[in-house]
């Protein structure tokens, strides 16, 4: 059950020294960027745990670097850039390993780095969704920030685009979705 903040019934989170304020844009692309527009590449395994906010990540880098960490989202209700609040907590393999036990949804995407936008380019029942996101540190940064030409449309407020929704979507669900916004990824 939750509460009116977003969070589980009974749990309070504020921001402070572990939990930050997250700031991002998100867009729709019709196609993945060209590969020389990219300045660093990696494979992203995400675990969302069954029953809790918490998203367990593998990313595997292009030069071979590996980054876990487990993270936990608490998302607000109100609409612009500011999502909610994060906390990041960076882990071992081994307490990957043990983590990575319990039940979760699984989403796999490769994340290229083609500033000022990390694009998500997604697999599986996803396979012709590629999301672009813009992180910020203030709101005056977000709120002037200009999306580049290749964005379709802006998807920031529309929650069915935020990982939590996404590693639920099936196939048909997603397409439509895309039609929505002009993109027909089975068509190409």
């Keep these: 059950m939750t509460d009116k903040a977003g969070g589980l019934e009974g749990q309070t989170v504020r921001p402070g020294k572990y939990a930050q304020v997250e700031r991002e844009r998100r867009f729709l ?3 993945r960027p060209a590969l020389s527009r990219v300045t660093v590449s990696r494979v992203i395994t995400d675990r969302h745990l069954l029953g809790t906010r918490l998203r367990l990540r ?10 876990i960490k487990l993270t936990q989202k608490v998302p607000v209700r109100r609409p612009g850039a500011v999502q909610g609040l994060i906390t990041n907590t960076y882990l071992s393999p081994d307490e990957y ?7 979760a949804s699984l989403l796999s995407k490769s994340r290229l780095s083609v500033p000022p936008l990390g694009v998500d ?3 599986g029942r996803l396979e012709g969704l590629v999301l672009g996101e813009a992180e910020f540190t203030t709101d005056e940064e977000a709120e002037s920030f200009k999306a580049p030409a290749e964005c379709v449309a802006e998807v920031t407020d529309d929650a069915r685009f935020t990982g939590g929704r996404l590693v639920q979507t099936s196939r048909h669900e997603l397409l439509g979705w895309l039609a929505e916004y002009g993109i027909y990824p089975d068509a190409a």
């Design 29 to 31: 692309l019709a196609n």
């Design 58 to 67: 593998r990313a595997e880098f292009s030069d071979g670097r590996s980054e």
């Design 97 to 103: 390993e043990v983590l990575a036990s319990l039940p």
């Design 121 to 123: 380019v997604f697999e």
